[in-house]
């Protein structure tokens, strides 16, 4: 019966995704980036599960590389694509303008991005850090620091207690 109910489920699978679409129902994909490049996960096996299915990937302007064992909260988003401000726009390309790359995030091992934590490339994440709930960070971490805050700003250095340890 278990069986049978999954293989109904499976054959429209396809229906279910485009009515949702159709009435903008939001669906979440594990692990599902939305743009050209890739996400790369160290230890895909262990680490793929430590990452909730509300963990938005936007890979239209870079690719996402995220060490082993890092832990993400819900409705975490990794966004590599943005829009051009006023400061970057020249006179060949206008506001709405998408940059076509080098805006990659790469992410530690060891980590931990709290619940509705931004972050935005081109960034580097060190192993070890930890980002706090609702932190928007847009520069680069080094390893074994917390940071939090809008724009994030470093709280802690955690050195000292993993030295100890």
Known sequence: ??????????????????LANVYDIRLNYPITGSGSFQ???????????????????????????????TVFGED??????????IDEVDSSENLHHVPEGGRDILIGSNCYIGSGAILI????????????AGAVVTKDIPAYTMVGGVPAKKIKDLQKRFANA
């Open 121 to 132: 490339g081109p960034l580097q994440v060190g192993d070890y850090s930890v980002i706090c």
């Open 39 to 69: 996400i790369e996960i160290d230890d895909f096996e262990v680490s793929s599960k430590l990452i909730p299915k509300t963990v938005y990937f936007n890979t239209r302007s870079g690719k996402i590389k995220i060490g082993r064992n």
């Open 76 to 85: 975490v988003m990794l966004l590599t694509g943005k829009h051009l401000s």
């Open 1 to 18: 019966m278990k069986k049978l109910i999954l293989n109904f489920l499976l054959l429209f699978k396809p229906f279910i995704r485009r």
